[in-house]
């Protein structure tokens, strides 16, 4: 358990979430936030001012990759269009390589 009573609620963990309150969520949520993982600059839309057009040319990779999705207005993320048609760990890789190829000024 954390040492400040919040346990995040995540798929694979072999131990449940302990119900808590707003408050003491609030609390352990700022407590732990200096070790959160930082997001890359490219990635977040506050400091990358292409943001929009890179995660556009994202979702243009993913579509054409065969996984059919529709951006959500101001690049907030995107939607299945369909059903995947695709395994999971298909899917995973097209996305992980369609962000790497929209972000990472295509390496």
Same mark, same amino acid.
């Given at each position: 358990?954390?040492?400040?009573?919040?346990?995040?609620?995540?798929?694979?963990?072999?131990?449940?979430?302990?119900?808590?309150?707003?408050?003491?969520?609030?609390?352990?949520e700022?407590? #732990?936030?200096?070790?959160?993982? &930082?997001?890359?600059? $490219? *990635?977040?839309?506050?400091?990358?001012?292409? =943001? %929009?057009? +890179?995660?556009?040319?994202?979702?243009l #990779?993913?579509?054409?990759?065969? &996984?059919?999705?529709? $951006? *959500?207005?101001?690049?907030?993320?995107?939607? =299945? %269009?369909? +059903?995947?048609?695709?395994?999971?760990k298909?899917?995973?890789?097209?996305?992980?390589?369609?962000?790497?190829?929209?972000?990472?000024?295509?390496?």
């Amino acid at each position: 358990m954390h040492d400040r009573g919040y346990v995040p609620n995540l798929v694979g963990l072999p131990w449940p979430s302990v119900p808590v309150s707003a408050a003491t969520r609030k609390a352990a949520e700022g407590a #732990c936030a200096s070790k959160e993982p &930082l997001i890359p600059p $490219e *990635l977040d839309s506050k400091k990358n001012p292409h =943001y %929009a057009a +890179q995660f556009h040319q994202e979702v243009l #990779c993913l579509n054409a990759g065969g &996984l059919k999705v529709t $951006e *959500l207005p101001n690049a907030e993320g995107w939607n =299945y %269009a369909e +059903q995947p048609t695709m395994s999971e760990k298909q899917s995973n890789k097209l996305q992980h390589d369609c962000q790497r190829k929209a972000f990472g000024g295509g390496k």
